[in-house]
């Protein structure tokens, strides 16, 4: 996660595509260490050096920066992640490809 500091203090110099990548990176990484819908917005903000307000003008609500997570995960495969979405009901991480979801849900088991 302190890698990502690289890019922090979210400088008006970066586009806002880069902004809302470090953004999601922090969040899936504390989606990962602890549990995706408990995830919140001033943590997230802590990580990046920035106010919680830098957040929701990004992503507006919890609910897109929780899809934003959550599209993130499928895209590159984190299972947990993925697995703690399923568990939760989340609706995109149902809309996973099915050989995703198994592997989620078997990686929880284990």
Do not use: W
Not at 81 to 102: N, S, T, Y
């Amino acid at each position: 996660m302190r890698n990502l500091k690289r890019c922090v203090k979210m400088s008006k110099r970066f586009k806002p595509e880069i902004r809302k990548e470090a953004i999601v990176d922090v969040a899936l990484e504390l989606a990962a260490a602890a549990h995706y819908t408990q995830v919140q917005r001033k943590q997230i903000a802590d990580e990046l050096g920035v106010t919680p307000p830098a957040l929701t003008y990004h992503f507006g609500t919890m609910e897109q920066l929780r899809r934003a997570i959550m599209r993130a995960a499928i895209e590159r495969e984190n299972l947990g992640v993925i697995a703690q979405g399923l568990v939760a009901q989340d609706k995109h991480a149902k809309k996973a490809p099915e050989a995703l979801r198994r592997r989620a849900i078997e990686s929880a088991a284990a």
